[in-house]
């Protein structure tokens, strides 16, 4: 069993900045691929980033390259999303998810993932 908890969110204004945690427990090594998802309100859960075990590689969503980026610890049971000049269609609410065996081709998609937080809420005021 994995534990994931995300932290961070919170009110910005456009243009700002904003950093999100995710702390994940339980899984020997920390080596599994993390990675961020979010839901902006009435809209589906959408991939974000994601990166693997010992930060060999990091994906975006188009909507976000160059303004967030990915990063995590190095033993690997910590990532943060730095988020920068957000804009207003960042807000949502954001996702941490961890998948232990790898989502291989699924990696943008949330079945691809096996444990999940319950979520940090972003919102970005124009």
């Known amino acids: 069993q994995v534990q994931v908890v995300e932290s961070g969110g919170g009110l910005v204004q456009a243009g700002g900045s904003l950093t999100l945690s995710c702390a994940a427990s339980?899984?020997?090594?920390?080596?599994?691929?993390m990675g961020w998802f979010r839901q902006p309100p009435g809209r589906e859960r959408e991939f974000v980033a994601t990166i693997t075990w010992g930060s060999s590689n990091a994906r975006y969503a188009d909507s976000v390259k160059g303004r967030f980026t990915v990063s995590r610890d190095n033993a690997g049971n910590t990532m943060w999303l730095q988020m920068n000049n957000l804009k207003p269609e960042d807000t949502a609410v954001y996702y941490c998810a961890v998948a232990v065996a790898g989502p291989g081709n699924n990696y943008y998609l949330q079945n691809g993932y096996d444990y999940w937080g319950q979520g940090t809420r972003v919102t970005v005021s124009s």
């Open positions: 339980g899984h020997a090594g920390g080596r599994y691929e």
